[in-house]
């Protein structure tokens, strides 16, 4: 509370600690307060000595204190342990003669009396100061380290510890210890291994006694499955013999004498979470993922049990016999041990009644290996930690062929008969039902049911690893089932029986919500105790010892929240406020009159006591309870201590009953003195309390809550068990108020009567009660915790940060909206309504108890009312919430951070409880209309979740021109607004309805006209209709009331406008006949219609996914249609308008063709590529071409890959016609006219070796007709000619054969190809209208300048956004994969990964419209090659679009079979018509650009970059060389400034068509290039020198010294000699290498001239003067230059030049040095070495 002592001072913090101590109970005792110097934190009490803990961790010690050196025999006042000076102590523990301490770190400190090594110190028999004792584990590393410690108990002769891996620690003495050591004493502390695995929340001592408060297995804890043989001896644990008439199962297995059971025998294995040191060890904060494990089974031995002798008398009688051993779980010092871990019979009645639960449907399926483990409760304790396969299967068998045997009997029993038979008296009274369950019932403390307790439990064992121990009359050790299975032959009880209905367990929904768990301490726990137990204080029902820790199994699911040990008796506190006590009771100590009690039992106390806090003394009992006022209140249980008794010294306890001693618990009558008392001690005679002041109300606020939360508690567990667990858990068996044959009529009572509930409620409303049931045991659950919380908080911190409705608000919050939600949506279904008359046939017609249950004070309510009630309470306990949360934040100051806390988690409350609250008004609401609403409607309608909001019964609107006699009635729900109409005349009113989705539902206002008709039109999907009010204010009514409702159902509740958005996204299933019949969309919506992105889904399994415009598909999308021919699925991704297929796109279909091009009205229309073949091989046929109305037509590429062809020509109708060129991979080339898809009319064909016909054709390459064959060597036949080539046509004609004085020119009679193809300008037409369209053209050049540059803005703008939403919303595959040699990149979309910084800069810049009018100058000349440099790199752009395109059907051309040297011309003049028709469009952009061959008439003699231009020269780091290459341009282009297509746009174009035209060009001068090569490596075997004197270049010239790399420098100069190769001009050779390294012809005639320019700068040196060249000097030295630099397709280097050379300057300088490079390269084909 430190921020309370700042905020509040002293005044709220109050005094803390203030300690009374008394003894004995008679009115004239009055308390002693002992005043300290800080205040008191903890404190524990011996038999004459006690040990303070004060605030400071110091330690002080009071009374007779012999192991002190200078103890006198008189009491001694607090006195400081010096000892621990320096250490913070935490934890307190104090014993009869000896104590104990935890420090801060986790070390320990004892002190006090050792003769029975309790102090854990070895050679000493007494420690007269706290002295540290370690801990060591060595178990995970051979290091041993100590183990922190998180709080101590003490005995009379021995210690327990617990630490904080919540593991358990012993010392000292006795079988207390449960230690497995024959030495004694102990004094090094031992692990005790029994609890190993287990989580520990507790320890407490006794005299000879201990106890520990352990948390439950979860499954999850299990992980190891159950064992089929014994751990020691190997043999089976069961044996099974199938007699004729019966069977016989037993469990009568006994290892032989002399065995041990191995340590890890039954131990499970688990991984133990670690958790932090805590000063509240008892309440710890679980972890719901903290595993943990059972023990491993305690040998028992008890001889006189084994009953086997008895097993053949019924077995003679013919009766079907189950055998099962169960024999008495007892411990004792010295016996050896039956091992057998089956569960008892109270476990194989508990699995019964899960085999019922779990075997229902139309048939059970074969019980599986293993199964009855699995079936079995494990998480209480119930069933040891192995079991037996065949038992499993067997059992299961029984049980079903029992249900069998008696399934036609429980057909005429009705609900009374069946009550009746299995709870007698009960129901015929008419009072109550009470039943035994996971929690204690109402009536738990009446003197019946202690009794029936003491006949049930009392022969109860409790280990996980024994055998229960029974009533005599169950100790047969056999389960009989007389008369059932006396026909039932042994095959029949194999067979699996059938069961119609299940038992509804009173469970959660799934699992609880596992930030509770975390932050909660948990309930589910089990209490263990070994030790002595003459006295019954172990719990088991007898007064044997226990060496191992063995678990109560009494107390199981009891919710024990603390315990604690008195000398030879225990006590166990519930989180209900209830107490356990058992053990010595000769003083009374135990609460009530039973002596001794050997198993747990109520202690009596006035009803409406609940106790929370208890301790336990020598003698004596001590409780802390709330009574009628916030003040806690005390009862004493115990002896009378006289006021002049002297307390003896030694450590002998007499159990003789004193003279005075309390027969039950009694009040103290001085304890409302003592103020608010946090907790009590007990030790020897003495009683302690420690209590606080109230300063400022904070500590009364405290205990209220705790109160007011346990009360709270107390009240939903007497629901839960009372009301709902008899109407929800019949079915759930009471084994332990029946015997063995009754066992099999109760199953099949509680199926009758759940299927008589079922039927009874209906399906919907029966599942809505399983739900409201478990949320109702969720939010008890919950409190429960809560409660334990607070009050550990009461003991410890009192501090109002750690409360969990401050800490973690939102768990109290959902878990009671969920509930609150559950029970509007029961109420509103009428299941309150049909639960009268299971109520009724439970409860009969009194309603005492559900009325006090439901705190109702009126009379004669109606059953439904009580229940609703009832089922409200915990919305009552919302407003409690807040009300305390407001009065603990009133003793704070207004500015502390514990104010705002508290004032907003108050908020938080009251606002939920008035939601609550008004979700209940409309369930009640719309629970009457559903009451009184007429027709067989309902069912229909009627929904959980479904609220009314208005309905137009009084007839406030009604519906525009409807019939004279129809009625129309609307009604308006939260979620759909629901149009009822019917004929006044017939019975039933309404026919038909129709339901209309909120979500998908627009209202506008309709302005009032001089008709006077108030309007509102109502729009749906599918419909649209307008309804007429009686009123302006019933038309604002319920427009205001349909917007409200559609904002609500929108937002799911969040917010409340007056008006929804009218674009929002819904889900909606069409039902009308048309395109989308029983379609379903799910996406966004604008008034009425799909509008944006959504998916939509037919039932035949047809999909779109992307946009939507008007409800018609529009935008970019995905299509996917089922093929059931080939069963797979026809899927197109791209454009779509007015609902079809529009723009560009991908289709792949189902046949494994993909077409990836445009599209028009959902056909193939415009430029696309078609990619066939079987299964989408590697290489199918390709067409790349036009396309009209999903046929080719005009011109296009088909490369039949099967037959090794492409043809390049004119397509009509899916057919070849019109010119066209043929070539195959065999060489062949064929030029002419095409019709019906044939070789048909004038032609021209070519062989690979030269051999040429042209004339007439009349199918693929069949000759028929006039013609001419050429030979290769000149000669030639005329005539006529049929036949198909190749296969030896036949021919009638003249061989002609030239002359031999003829020249070689004249030899081969040339023939002109090209004649026959198609034109260049015709070719690709397709792809460049595309370009013109997205420009915003109807035809080339037709257009506004303005709206193209806007299209080409929104283009990149929108492209741009489509990728990242497209990526975003995760699509399902890309549109195109990586690019491949047959792609269409006209169609192409970039990935994510081509989206890099630097594009996105770009594409940003490219948004920005240029300045694209205005004079041309220098400057805005080299802009606007940058920005088409920048347009072209990215296909988002129009133009980018194009050059991808372009590039595409260009390599599709001539890339593969097209690679024949014969189709060089072609592809020169296609790259040519490509410039002109693209700076068609470069100049409809930059209207003031020059035309072709236009010069700028303001020259720029400053290149500054584009500084004052609108066009600025943006860095382009990808494209820096590019530029540099402009810049360095820029003199040639200073002297013409002439404007020409190919210097502005080959530079960006033709880089990407080099690789196929280089090929085309290497193929047709492969001849040439092979005779250049040839003389060159021939000319270059000579050295320098002589291949200077050999091309004739004189002596001047050449080079006398040349400079040694790297540094030239004069002194660093070489001679040149005789004998020196390739060092001559070196630096001209390698500069002319570089003309293989570029690709326009203006990036090659530079490097010409950087050639030239080396050459002259050598000579310069070597003359040291200035120098001009004349062509007869500078050749010879050019031809040496061009001989050393090797290039090896000079040829097609010359020739590509030549051929796309800039025109203006093939007369220049550059035309010049061109010219002479290319006679070098003809005069190195003539030369000759003499």
């Known amino acids: 509370m430190e921020t309370q002592r700042r905020c509040s001072g002293d005044d709220g913090e109050g005094e803390r600690g203030l300690l009374h101590t008394w003894k004995g109970y008679s009115y004239s005792v009055a308390p002693e307060r002992l005043l300290l110097p800080q205040s008191v934190l903890q404190v524990a009490l011996g038999r ?3 040990v303070l803990l004060v605030e ?31 250490q913070r102590v935490v934890a307190l523990a104090a014993g009869s ?4 301490a935890v420090t801060e770190d986790g070390g320990v400190h004892m002190w006090g009396d050792n003769s029975a090594g309790q102090c854990g110190l070895l050679g000493l028999s007494s420690v007269p100061n706290p002295t540290p004792v370690a801990l060591l584990d060595s178990d995970c590393s051979p290091l041993q380290h100590t183990v922190p410690v998180l709080e101590l108990a003490c005995g009379e002769q021995h210690t327990l510890a617990l630490s904080v891996q919540r593991e358990v620690w012993a010392w000292g003495s006795g079988c207390q210890l449960g230690l497995n050591t024959t030495v004694v004493p102990v004094c090094k502390p031992q692990k005790v291994e029994q609890l190993a695995g287990r989580f520990v929340l507790q320890v407490s001592c006794g005299a ?8 439950c297995l979860t499954p999850q804890d299990v992980k190891r499955p159950p064992a089929d043989k014994c751990g020691q001896c190997k043999q089976l644990l069961y044996t099974m013999t199938d007699k004729e008439d019966h069977v016989i199962i037993s469990d009568s297995h006994y290892c032989p004498p002399g065995l041990q059971q191995p340590e890890d025998v039954g131990r499970l294995e688990v991984s133990l979470s670690t958790t932090l040191l805590k000063t509240s060890p008892s309440e710890p904060t679980l972890s719901s993922q903290t595993p943990a494990s059972p023990p491993a089974p305690v040998n028992n031995n008890d001889p006189s049990q084994n009953l086997d002798k008895q097993e053949s008398c019924l077995a003679e009688e013919g009766l079907a016999t189950l055998n099962f051993d169960l024999p008495g779980a007892q411990c004792s010092q010295a016996a050896s041990a039956k091992c057998s871990p089956y569960p008892d019979e109270q476990a194989v009645k508990d699995y019964l009644q899960k085999l019922l639960d779990n075997t229902q449907g139309e048939k059970t399926p074969k019980v599986t290996k293993g199964g009855l483990h699995n079936l079995l409760p494990s998480a209480s304790g119930l069933i040891g930690t192995s079991s037996t396969n065949a038992l499993n299967n067997l059992v299961a068998s029984c049980a079903s062929a029992v ?5 036609s009997t429980y057909e005429a029993l009705s609900l009374k008969k069946m009550m009746s038979l299995y709870l007698p008296g009960t129901l015929r009274s008419g009072g109550p039902v009470s039943f035994t369950g996971d929690v204690p019932r109402a009536g738990e403390n009446t003197p019946e049911h202690v009794h029936q307790e003491d006949s049930m439990q009392a022969k109860k064992s409790s280990s996980t690893g024994d055998i229960r121990e029974e009533d005599a009359e169950h100790m047969q050790r056999r389960l009989s089932l007389p008369g059932l299975l006396s026909q039932v032959s042994p095959r029949l009880l194999r067979k699996v029986g059938r069961s119609k209905t299940g038992a509804v367990p009173l469970t959660p929904l799934g699992v609880s919500d596992p930030e509770a768990q975390e932050v909660l301490p948990t309930l589910q726990t089990e209490v263990w105790s070994w030790g002595h137990g003459g006295q019954g204080q172990l719990g088991h029902g007898d007064n044997l010892d226990r060496l191992q820790p063995l678990c109560i199994k009494s107390l199981n699911n009891k919710e024990v929240v603390r315990v604690a040990a008195g000398a030879h008796h225990s006590l166990a506190l519930t989180a209900q406020s209830q107490l356990f006590s058992w053990g010595s009771n000769s003083h009374g100590q135990l609460g009530h009159m039973e002596s001794p009690s050997t198993i747990p039992r109520l202690a009596k106390l006035s009803e409406g006591i609940r106790v929370w806090d208890v301790s336990a003394g020598v003698r004596h009992s001590l409780m802390l309870a709330d009574g009628d006022c916030i003040q806690p209140i005390i009862y004493y249980s115990g002896e009378q201590v006289k006021e002049d008794t002297v307390e003896c010294g030694t450590q002998e306890d007499r159990e003789e009953p004193s003279e005075g001693y309390t027969q039950q618990p009694v009040l103290l009558p001085f304890c409302m003195n003592l103020g608010f008392v946090s907790t009590v001690f007990s030790g020897g005679r003495r009683c302690v309390a420690l209590s606080d002041k109230n300063v400022m109300g904070f500590i009364a606020s405290l205990h209220e809550l705790a109160s007011a939360e346990r009360r709270f508690y107390c009240k939903l567990c007497n629901i839960k068990t009372q009301i709902l667990r008899p109407l929800l858990e019949l079915g759930k068996i009471n084994t332990d108020r029946i015997f063995f044959f009754p066992i099999m009529i109760v199953i099949v009572e509680s199926m009758c009567f759940l299927e008589l509930l079922s039927a009874t409620l209906g399906t919907v409303n029966f599942g809505l009660l399983q739900t409201l049931a478990s949320r109702f045991w969720h939010l008890c659950h919950l409190t429960g915790q809560h409660a334990v919380r607070v009050t550990a908080g009461l003991r410890h911190s009192r501090n109002v940060k750690n409360l969990p409705i401050l800490e973690h608000p939102s768990i109290f919050l959902d878990s009671y909206n969920e509930y609150c939600s559950t029970l509007a949506d029961f109420h509103v279904m009428g299941g309150l309504l049909a639960m009268t008359k299971p109520v009724l046939d439970f409860f009969g017609k009194s309603h005492e108890l559900l009325q006090r249950l439901a705190e109702c ?35 704070f100051e207004v500015c502390s951070d514990d104010y705002q806390r508290l004032q907003d988690s108050c908020s938080k409350f009251e606002a939920l409880a008035l939601l609550l609250k008004k979700k209940l008004k409309e369930a009640e609401f719309t629970f009457l209309f559903w009451k009184s609403f007429p027709g067989k409607m309902t069912d229909s309608l009627r929904k959980p979740h479904r609220r009314l909001i208005c309905e137009s019964s009084n007839k406030a609107l009604t519906l525009q021109n409807s019939g004279r006699f129809s009625v129309n009635w609307f009604i308006l729900f939260n979620d759909a607004l629901v149009h009822a109409q019917g004929v006044a005349p017939y019975k039933n009113l309404f026919s038909t309805h129709h339901v209309f989705s909120l979500a998908t539902l627009w209202v506008e206002p309709i302005s009032e006209d001089n008709a006077g008709l108030y309007g509102l039109k109502v729009i749906t999907p599918e419909e649209m209709f307008t309804l007429l009010a009686s009123s302006p204010m019933e038309k604002a009514k319920w427009i205001r009331c349909i917007n409200q409702a559609v904002d609500q159902a929108l937002n799911f509740g969040e917010g409340q406008k007056f008006e929804p958005p009218i674009s929002r996204s819904a889900t909606y299933t069409f039902y009308k006949d048309g395109r989308l019949k029983d379609a379903t969309y799910e996406g966004r919506w604008l008034a009425g219609k799909p509008h944006g992105r959504g998916v939509l889904k037919w039932p035949d399994g047809r999909s779109y996914t992307g946009s939507f415009k008007n409800g018609l598909e529009d935008g970019f999308g995905e299509f996917v249609a089922p093929n059931k021919t080939v069963n797979k699925n026809d899927h197109y991704q791209g454009h779509w308008k007015d609902g ?34 079987k299964l989408n091989t590697s290489s199918p046929s390709v067409f790349i071409g036009q396309w009209v109305h999903d046929k080719k037509t005009g011109y296009g590429v088909f490369d039949n890959i099967t037959k090794g062809e492409k043809y390049i020509g004119m397509w009509q109708d899916n057919q070849r016609q019109g010119t066209g060129i043929v070539v195959t ?53 005329e005539g006529s000619f049929n036949g198909e080539w190749g296969l030896g046509p036949k021919v009638i004609g003249s061989y002609f054969k030239p002359h031999l004085t003829d020249n070689e020119k004249e030899k081969t009679r040339s023939v002109k190809l090209g004649r026959l193809c198609v034109c260049a300008e015709e070719k690709w037409q397709a792809v460049f209208d595309e370009c013109w369209i997205q420009l915003g053209c109807e035809a080339a050049g037709q257009g506004e300048n303005w709206k193209a540059w806007e299209n080409i803005a929104v283009a990149l703008t929108t492209s741009r956004r489509h990728i990242q939403d497209r990526y975003t919303h995760e699509t399902h595959f890309l549109f195109l994969k990586r690019r491949r040699v047959y792609s269409c990149l006209s169609v192409t979309f970039i990935s994510p990964e081509r989206l890099s910084l630097s594009h996105s800069r770009t594409l940003e810049s490219l948004e920005v419209i240029p300045q694209h009018e205005g004079p041309i100058t220098m400057e805005r000349y080299h802009a606007i090659r940058l920005y088409l440099v920048k347009a072209c790199d990215t296909s988002l752009h129009p133009l980018g679009r194009l050059v991808e395109a372009l590039v595409a059907v260009y390599r599709m051309t001539y890339v593969g079979v097209g690679a024949n040297r014969r189709l060089l011309p072609q592809a020169v003049s296609e790259i040519k018509s490509y410039l002109n028709r693209i700076f068609q469009i470069v100049r409809f952009l930059f209207p003031d650009l020059p035309e072709e061959g236009g010069v700028i008439k303001e020259p720029t003699t400053d290149f500054q970059g584009g500084k004052d231009s609108g066009l600025k020269l943006e860095s382009l780091p990808e494209h820096e060389d590019l530029k540099q290459n402009i810049i360095t341009e820029q003199s040639s282009f200073l002297l013409s400034h002439m404007v020409s297509s190919s210097a502005l746009l080959l530079p960006v174009l033709l880089p990407r068509l080099y690789p196929p035209l280089f090929t085309l060009y290497a193929l047709d001068k492969e001849r040439e290039d092979d005779v250049y090569w040839e003389c060159v490596l021939r000319l270059n075997k000579q050295t320098d020198l002589a291949l200077l004197a050999f091309l004739g270049v004189q002596q001047k010239f050449w080079p006398v010294s040349i400079y040694i790399p790297p540094a030239p420098a004069p002194e660093k100069r070489q001679e040149v000699l005789s004998s020196t190769k390739d060092a001559c001009f070196a630096s001209a050779v390698e500069t002319l290498q570089q003309i293989s390294t570029t690709f326009t012809p203006s990036d090659k005639l530079q490097v010409i001239q950087q050639t030239f320019e080396e050459i002259t700068k050598e000579v310069q040196s070597l003359l040291k003067q200035d120098f001009l060249w004349s062509m007869d000097d500078l050749f010879p030295v050019f031809l040496y230059v061009v001989l050393r630099a090797r290039i090896r397709n000079l040829g097609s280097e010359v020739n590509l030049i030549e051929d796309l050379m800039d025109p203006c300057v093939q007369n220049g300088e550059h035309g010049i040095m061109f010219t002479t490079l290319k006679a070098c390269y003809y005069q190195i084909q003539r030369e000759k070495i003499t």
């Open 48 to 50: 004459n000595h006690g």
């Open 56 to 86: 400071g961790g110091q330690v002080f010690t009071f009374g007779h204190l012999p192991w002190k050196q200078s103890q006198t025999a008189e009491f001694t006042a607090p006195t400081l342990e010096s000892a621990l000076s320096g």
């Open 97 to 100: 003669f000896h104590s104990g």
């Open 208 to 215: 000879l006694h201990s106890l520990a408060l352990v948390r």
């Open 403 to 407: 249900g069998e045997r008696v399934a």
């Open 857 to 891: 004070t009126e009379e004669n309510l109606a059953i439904p009312d009580i229940l609703v009630a009832l089922f409200s309470l915990p919305m009552n306990h919302l407003q409690e919430y807040g009300r305390l949360l407001l009065k603990l934040a009133t003793c």
């Open 1140 to 1173: 079809k297929m529009h723009g560009v796109g991908t289709h792949r279909y189902a046949n494994g063709e993909i077409y990836d091009g445009s599209f028009q009205d959902g056909l193939r229309h415009g430029h696309g590529m078609l990619r066939s073949g």
């Open 1225 to 1277: 991979q065999f060489g062949l080339y064929y030029e002419g006219s095409f019709k019906d898809n044939k070789m048909m009319g004038t032609g021209i064909l070519l062989s690979e070796d030269d051999t040429t016909y042209e004339g007439d054709f009349s199918d693929d390459w069949t000759l028929n007709g006039k013609g001419v064959l050429s030979m290769p060597n000149g000669d030639y036949l």
